[in-house]
């Protein structure tokens, strides 16, 4: 008899705690609901980005101080923006060549925020610092890269999109000058790769593609380091060292390799984004082979030759390159049968699991974002992982609804990418890209259908789980929407089928 009495209060209990975890949820989910409601959907597009951060080696007094820089505009912001535009046409009829200061910082604290849109990823106290000096000093920001963030902070929804013929014609011949001078070479780098992402956000693809090809290939003339394992044979003796001379310190070192980073990626995302060769092939080629010319037939295996870690940087851009090959795959599902495409379905699941076994040798357990704990785990590899793993939720959803053994794959890569949003809260280093936002909202789904459509009657303590589950990822969700507006509708989708889903609950739980 005491062991059924404690028996029935344990079971009242988590009766119990389940009606509090339904309520907490169903009010989160009224929450984004309401929040989402105002949000505007941008014209440009948005493309995959993974983590860079900008705060190496810097104190809690300089991120707060560089935090407070990019986010506060000070008074009415529209009173703000309605200055600078009265400024700047005074500039722009005046035909004078260079802005004051003061002016060209408020356009770049109008910028900074969108910065990553822009794969800008640079220590922002040097570069706030540089951006203050006067032109006449040598250690300021070259007018190309000025003109660039000038250009991009110029937005229709700031009302300032008129000048963006203005400052993209000031960049252009800045551009032009730090070329024919060699003055300042990084910053001519960045300014090319910042206005080859605004051409790719202004849908001008061609001239996009045009700058990030020669960027990438300029870059290595220059000595940049990109991958030593994709760029063999690519340095020459008579690289001319001038051009690029060397780091000045250790974040002017680590601002080298956050641009690396950027070029690196872009130039293996174009064939992705609007069709066209990369401006480098893995074997270091320039020009396509001409029995290798289908967009994503290339080889993803890593050499045969390389028993070494692969740096974070290539497995960011494998990773990339495996999921838009799943989204390509999952198109074509949608327009024909599964049944054709069950031979090319199984290559990409197989071309998924060798990536984990890329990582798994070298990397650490909890460095995957498996069960991995807040105080061991490397944020800069989490966006990696959310997208492999995210591939795989993919891949796993087309045969969910006919195998068993693909639902528990779908639930397990769910709980990895929990755990990944779970250890990834509040963190600075992570950039919540735009495809990490989709997988969990994709997760998001997994478990609603779970708790819906499950034949097996949950337990109280698996649905509580769920709860929780759903609330991690609605919470990284929210967050992905405040980087990244396009989202801003994409949750009210899921209300009606979550709010279901919780309400079905209490319908699950087996009598008392």
């Given at each position: 008899m005491e062991l059924e009495s404690i028996i029935h209060k344990l079971t009242l209990s988590s009766t119990h705690d389940l009606a509090l975890a339904s309520a907490r949820l169903l009010e989160?989910?009224?929450?984004?609901?309401?929040?989402?409601?105002?949000?505007?959907?941008?014209?440009?597009?948005?493309?995959?980005?993974?983590?860079?951060?900008?705060?190496?080696?810097?104190?809690?007094?300089?991120?707060?101080?560089?935090t407070s820089a990019v986010g506060a505009k000070g008074g009415n912001p529209s009173l703000i923006e309605r200055g600078i535009a009265d400024e700047l046409k005074w500039y722009r009829l005046a035909g004078i060549e260079e802005l004051s200061l003061s002016l060209s910082l408020q356009?770049?604290?109008?910028?900074?925020?969108?910065?990553?849109?822009?794969?800008?990823?640079?220590?922002?106290?040097?570069f706030l610092h540089r951006a203050s000096l006067p032109s006449s000093d040598p250690g300021s920001i070259h007018p190309c890269l000025l003109n660039v963030c000038h250009l991009c902070a110029c937005t229709s929804d700031n009302g300032l999109a008129s000048f963006q013929p203005y400052f993209l014609q000031r960049t252009r011949y800045h551009l032009q000058q730090?070329?024919?001078?060699?003055?300042?070479?990084?910053?001519?780098?960045?300014?090319?790769?910042?206005?080859?992402?605004?051409?790719?956000?202004?849908?001008?693809?061609?001239?996009?593609?045009?700058?990030?090809g020669s960027t990438t290939r300029f870059a290595i003339a220059c000595g940049l380091d990109l991958p030593s394992n994709y760029m063999k044979g690519m340095h020459n003796s008579y690289v001319p060292q001038q051009l690029l001379p060397p780091p000045k310190d250790e974040i002017d070192a680590d601002d080298r390799l956050l641009l690396?980073?950027?070029?690196?990626?872009?130039?293996?995302?174009?064939?992705?984004?609007?069709?066209?060769?990369?401006?480098?092939?893995?074997?270091?080629?320039?020009?396509?082979?001409?029995?290798?010319?289908?967009?994503?037939t290339q080889d993803d295996s890593p050499d045969s030759g390389d028993e070494k870690w692969r740096p974070n940087l290539d497995v960011k851009v494998l990773v990339v390159r495996i999921f838009e090959r799943v989204n390509r795959l999952g198109l074509s599902i949608a327009a024909n049968d599964?049944?054709?495409?069950?031979?090319?379905?199984?290559?990409?699941?197989?071309?998924?699991?060798?990536?984990?076994?890329?990582?798994?040798?070298?990397?650490?357990?909890?460095?995957?974002?498996h069960r991995v704990t807040s105080t061991s785990s490397k944020p800069r590899i989490f966006p990696a992982c959310a997208t492999l793993f995210g591939s795989e939720l993919l891949l796993h959803s087309f045969r969910a609804k006919d195998e068993a053994a693909s639902r528990r794959k779908l639930l397990e890569c769910v709980q990895s990418l929990v755990d990944i949003c779970d250890n990834a809260e509040g963190s600075r280093d992570i950039h919540l890209g735009l495809v990490n936002a989709m997988h969990m909202m994709n997760s998001v789904r997994v478990i609603a259908r779970e708790l819906q459509g499950s034949k097996v009657r949950q337990t109280a303590g698996l649905s509580i789980n769920y709860?929780?589950?759903?609330?991690?990822?609605?919470?990284?969700?929210?967050?992905?929407?405040?980087?990244?507006?396009?989202?801003?509708?994409?949750?009210?989708?899921?209300?009606?089928?979550?709010?279901?889903?919780?309400?079905?609950?209490?319908?699950?739980?087996?009598?008392?």
């Open positions: 989160r989910i009224r929450r984004l609901n309401v929040l989402s409601k105002p949000r505007k959907m941008p014209n440009a597009i948005d493309t995959p980005q993974f983590s860079a951060t900008s705060h190496f080696h810097m104190s809690a007094k300089q991120q707060s101080k560089a356009l770049i604290h109008l910028f900074l925020p969108n910065r990553a849109h822009y794969s800008l990823f640079i220590n922002l106290p040097r730090s070329l024919m001078f060699s003055d300042r070479i990084t910053d001519f780098l960045w300014a090319s790769i910042v206005l080859g992402c605004f051409y790719g956000r202004e849908r001008r693809l061609a001239e996009c593609a045009a700058i990030v690396a980073h950027s070029i690196y990626v872009w130039s293996h995302a174009l064939p992705f984004i609007c069709g066209f060769y990369p401006a480098l092939f893995h074997d270091g080629r320039r020009i396509p082979d001409s029995q290798n010319t289908s967009i994503g599964f049944r054709g495409l069950e031979e090319e379905y199984s290559a990409i699941e197989a071309q998924i699991h060798l990536q984990y076994a890329m990582f798994y040798p070298k990397a650490e357990a909890n460095e995957m974002g709860c929780r589950s759903i609330e991690l990822l609605l919470d990284f969700v929210d967050d992905s929407i405040s980087v990244f507006p396009a989202w801003a509708d994409a949750p009210v989708s899921l209300m009606d089928t979550l709010t279901a889903a919780v309400n079905s609950l209490s319908t699950k739980q087996p009598a008392h």
